[in-house]
């Protein structure tokens, strides 16, 4: 069963950087996607970026697109976030899709993942 620990949130000021990072441990390599989300209070838990090692396609939320960076580095997963925004504050959590159930580069949804860490916190204050 693979398991996934979140690492590198904090406070920043509007416009700073976090790199965030994602250990995963009973990791077998795979094709399938890999994906940050986060969820701020009283919203719905939103993809930010999620990447698929086997082609290494990429998605980024429009949101992010221009200002996060997520890259893989075999059982280890990044998301280096720049030009940080208040509207950017939430619970950050990495999660993977052990069942090969998102298609390249489609949106990733929470149902879709089946292995999860405990979040990160990420705080941008303005």
């Known amino acids: 069963q693979e398991q996934l620990v979140e690492s590198g949130g904090g406070s920043v000021q509007a416009g700073g950087s976090l790199n965030l990072s994602c250990a995963a441990s009973?990791?077998?390599?795979?094709?399938?996607?890999m994906a940050w989300f986060r969820q701020a209070p009283g919203k719905e838990r939103e993809g930010v970026a999620a990447i698929w090692p086997g082609t290494g396609t990429t998605y980024y939320a429009d949101s992010v697109k221009g200002r996060f960076t997520i890259s893989q580095d075999y059982a280890k997963v990044y998301l280096q976030m720049n030009s940080l925004e208040s509207e950017d504050t939430a619970m950050y959590y990495c999660a993977a899709d052990s069942d090969g159930r998102v298609v390249d580069g489609h949106v990733p949804h929470p149902y879709q993942y089946n292995a999860w860490g405990q979040g990160t916190q990420v705080t941008v204050s303005s």
């Open positions: 009973g990791y077998t390599y795979s094709s399938n996607s």
